[in-house]
């Protein structure tokens, strides 16, 4: 079977010719966290998408186990989105978010709120993850000044944290490799991750691991709560590996913060709109935080969004602290930051997801993906298997020789060739499914991971 499809990939040269690019073309491109020396040798090029699957430049059908970068979990291509880009476009293709605004601005602020906890109802866009991040960070520190507590400044995150890519984003983050290439900017501290030893192969959440807190407050005494501004966490840890939060953890965190007069940030970027089975993770695990990041799903990935949402008493804080009316209250945002075509992409998005009660979807098939990803358990190199709602982490031993990255990175080669698309990254292979996933395509994806796994000498 495999033989089979294998002839049907396409060499360098032809991938080029069918896509009609030269190699100063492909050259030009410096691609982003992308080992570009080897891509640029074996080019993996996606022309269409529609549904679960994309279309490579060789024509092959290619199932996508990532919803794209967690982005796309209503499908590709979606015409009800099309629709509503190309309308916006030709009507509003652009109008300064400074001072004025559009009307699609507030119908999607206030459609967002919908889906959050209740009280976190004030909406900051901007046009990315990383970018909500350093907005949660920014706003974090001038809370508290407007409070008259300007030393609270450092921030605490959490080991095998992702907050995205600029300066307070690999600060607070805690992926070890994404940091050392830059150095450290802001002051932050990290508390433990909860991937323990007694937590391998976990089904749902680990019931081990809410002690780690006491970590955080072992720190909390050691830089005194004066001077610490926001925790920041991923409420489940998505590129880290996928962490779901053990039982009770995010509940002491909560009182923690809470009892010391710290905020709360979690970064629901990959979280929120239905990953974990509910509208975010701080609704499926119970615990509301202060302020949240969200992006990827709130436009289904088509057009660049994210978003600080904010509980009303900090937006307050900041109205209250404004001075004369005509006084700007935060001196933040961007050009993009409610951007017409964006807003009409996430309206149609959330639309979807409510038509198609697909967050309810995603829940409803998590524990066929659990049952299926566990299977894998026992095969060569698999030490550790996670999940929780449509979301699955497989860590596999590290290569002797090629060290952690290489048996994820071959394995996900494999899996292109036989017709996947599977997220490799650090000693981990991740699932993200699409919430319209058939029970079938988790099976495929699944079997071909394990066979796939298995072919490694
Ligand atoms: C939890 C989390 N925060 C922030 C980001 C950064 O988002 P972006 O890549 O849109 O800047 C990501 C991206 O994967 C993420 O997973």
Request: aromatic share 8%.
């Amino acid at each position: 079977m495999l033989d089979k499809v294998k002839q049907q990939m396409q060499s360098k040269s032809e991938v080029l010719e069918s896509c009609n690019l030269s190699q100063e073309q492909l050259d030009s491109h410096w691609m982003p966290y992308t080992a570009n020396r080897e891509f640029k040798e074996n080019p993996r090029i996606i022309v269409s998408a529609e549904g679960n699957y994309f279309t490579d430049s060789a024509g092959r059908k290619i199932f996508d186990s990532l919803s794209g970068l967690w982005t796309t979990g209503a499908g590709h291509s979606r015409p009800e989105i099309t629709e509503a880009v190309s309308k916006q476009i030709s009507n509003l293709d652009y109008s300064p978010g400074f001072q004025f605004s559009h009307p699609k601005s507030f119908e999607l602020a206030h459609r967002i709120t919908e889906f959050m906890p209740e009280g976190m109802n004030r909406v900051l866009f901007c046009t990315s993850g990383s970018e909500a991040v350093e907005s949660s960070l920014k706003v974090a520190r001038a809370y508290w000044r407007k409070h008259g507590q300007s030393s609270k400044t450092r921030f605490i995150g959490r080991m095998k944290g992702y907050h995205g890519v600029n300066w307070g984003g690999i600060s607070v983050g805690g992926i070890a490799v994404n940091k050392n290439m830059f150095g450290q900017s802001l002051e932050a501290s990290h508390m433990p991750h909860t991937m323990i030893p007694e937590n391998k192969f976990s089904k749902g959440m680990p019931t081990e691991g809410a002690h780690l807190i006491s970590e955080l407050e072992d720190m909390i005494a050691l830089y005194d709560a004066s001077n610490i501004a926001a925790v920041i966490v991923e409420p489940m840890a998505g590129s880290g590996g996928v962490i779901p939060p053990p039982v009770g953890y995010l509940k002491r965190l909560r009182e923690v913060c809470t009892n010391h007069n710290i905020l709360l940030i979690f970064d629901e970027v990959i979280t929120a709109f239905g990953r974990v089975g509910s509208n975010t993770g701080s609704e499926e695990f119970g615990v509301t935080p202060d302020l949240m990041c969200i992006a990827k799903q709130v436009t289904n990935g088509t057009i660049p969004m994210g978003a600080m949402v904010a509980k009303q008493e900090i937006y307050e804080t900041f109205m209250e602290a404004g001075g004369a009316e005509h006084n700007v209250e935060l001196l933040h945002g961007s050009t993009y930051s409610a951007h017409p075509v964006a807003c009409a992409a996430g309206l149609a998005a959330l639309n979807i997801l409510d038509d198609d009660q697909l967050v309810a979807r995603s829940a409803a098939m998590a524990p066929f993906l659990e049952e299926k990803v566990h299977e894998l358990k026992g095969t060569q190199y698999v030490s550790d298997i996670r999940n929780y709602g449509l979301a699955a982490g497989i860590t596999l031993e590290a290569d002797p020789q090629g060290g952690p990255a290489l048996r994820p990175y071959q394995v996900a080669m494999k899996c292109w060739e036989k017709g996947f698309y599977v997220r490799f990254g650090g000693d981990v292979i991740s699932l993200g499914l699409p919430f319209t996933v058939e029970k079938v395509e988790i099976d495929n994806v699944v079997n071909a991971i394990g066979e796939s796994i298995r072919e490694l000498a």
